[in-house]
């Protein structure tokens, strides 16, 4: 945390202020990355020159003082304004609470993340604490840049992840093909039953996740349709997980897309080229450039065979029409930026690379890994085959 510290303490000079204040419950990756510390409901992280500390419930506190990585850990009825709820409410009293938190620590003003609660920052601006909103999202730039250990998570959740689509890979070898569709064990084999599959693969693997995409024909072509109904033979298919490691909290991201029987001459067109993309953009990723370097690669390689892309066509909605990746850790889509625009390259970075072609009402392919960048080029944490046909 030297490095997160020292960032925030630069930011912090910069503007002017005393501490970095959060106020959210721990499915906010920046207060979990700052604090250390799960909790279904908000809780104050504040840094400061005394460190971390953290503002609790009595119902949290307990389990904060010995599971968070914070320096410090204060409970909230220690100030009177947040026990007497007769004479101020619960809102007003909690704010009065964190101003004399606040103070305890030296603290009138205050840096805030853009997503800091509105109604927060006004009640701390009527009691003379000034609140300025961190338009450079600090944190979010800081836990962009993994460390060793966040590496490791991010790579066993990758794990699991491959485990999720050998079990959806596993489901189609074994698929019989009659007429236009797959068959499994005698029913026809279904997106929602595939996705529970998935499901159920990662469950054994310590993951879970919010949602899953295996879309089949047209239904590939909307990018982040999840798919459903029968599946087809002849037709590709997208498989698109990104769970969690419940342990952990951080990510994987994977895309592979599958054709169970003969792929149409359009679909293998498409696959080829956007292979070509995929290695285009590995080939271009080190420290130093920018995402839109990345991006550009794989532009090159589409719009050269004739397909347009956001860079010729911002309103288009066939061939590429998305970035070409993005980082990945707390949050499944994080910094860095891997499209138009996209910032500088680091070591450490986590992201994806994943190039696609795409026609609305007939289909689409798609192939992701997830690489960690190095001062030199990548390492790639996907270890799993790109073939597209599943005999």
């Not at 949290?60 to 009825?77: F, G, I, N, P, Q």
């Not at 899953?212 to 002849?234: F, K, N, T, V």
């Not at 285009?280 to 550009?296: K, S, Y």
């Not at 910094?335 to 450490?348: D, F, V, Y």
Request: aromatic share 8%.
């Amino acid at each position: 945390m030297g490095t997160t510290y020292a960032a925030l303490d630069e930011r912090l000079s910069s503007l002017d202020t005393d501490g970095y204040l959060l106020d959210a419950d721990g499915e906010d990756s920046n207060q979990y990355y700052l604090s250390g510390y799960h909790a279904p409901d908000r809780f104050i992280t504040l840094y400061s020159a005394h460190g971390v500390v953290l503002l609790m419930s009595g119902l949290e506190y307990t389990r904060a003082k010995t599971d968070s990585s914070a320096d410090e850990v204060r409970k909230l009825s220690e100030f009177e304004y947040a026990t007497n709820v007769e004479a101020f409410g619960p809102t007003e009293g909690r704010i009065r609470s964190l101003v004399d938190f606040l103070a305890a620590y030296d603290i009138d003003s205050v840096a805030v993340p853009e997503t800091f609660p509105t109604g927060v920052a006004d009640g701390l601006r009527e009691f003379g604490i000034a609140v300025v909103a961190d338009a450079e999202d600090t944190i979010d730039t800081i836990r962009a840049v993994k460390t060793d250990e966040e590496i490791e998570h991010i790579r066993t959740a990758q794990k699991a992840n491959e485990a999720a689509v050998r079990t959806v890979e596993a489901l189609l070898t074994d698929a019989t093909i009659d007429g236009e569709f797959l068959y499994y064990e005698g029913e026809k084999l279904t997106s929602e039953f595939a996705r529970t599959a998935v499901e159920k693969t990662l469950i054994d693997h310590g993951c879970s996740l919010d949602d899953s995409i295996i879309a089949c024909g047209p239904d590939s072509a909307r990018a982040h349709e999840r798919g459903s109904g029968p599946l087809r033979a002849h037709t590709n298919i997208t498989v698109d997980i990104f769970p969690k490691h419940n342990a952990t909290g951080y990510n994987a991201d994977m895309t592979r897309t599958f054709v169970k029987g003969e792929p149409s001459e359009q679909v293998t067109e498409w696959y080829e080229l956007t292979y070509d993309a995929y290695r285009a953009a590995l080939d271009t990723v080190r420290a130093g450039v920018t995402g839109e370097d990345v991006h550009d690669a794989v532009c090159d390689v589409y719009e050269a065979a004739g397909y347009p892309t956001l860079r010729t066509d911002e309103s288009t909605e066939d061939g590429f029409f998305h970035s070409t990746g993005h980082g990945v850790g707390l949050d499944v889509h994080e910094a860095p930026r891997i499209g138009l625009g996209g910032e500088e390259l680091k070591a450490g970075h986590v992201i994806t690379i994943e190039p696609g072609l795409y026609e609305q009402g007939v289909g689409g392919v798609r192939i992701e890994d997830l690489v960690v960048v190095t001062e030199d080029g990548y390492e790639n944490l996907t270890e799993y085959h790109t073939d597209l046909v599943i005999d």
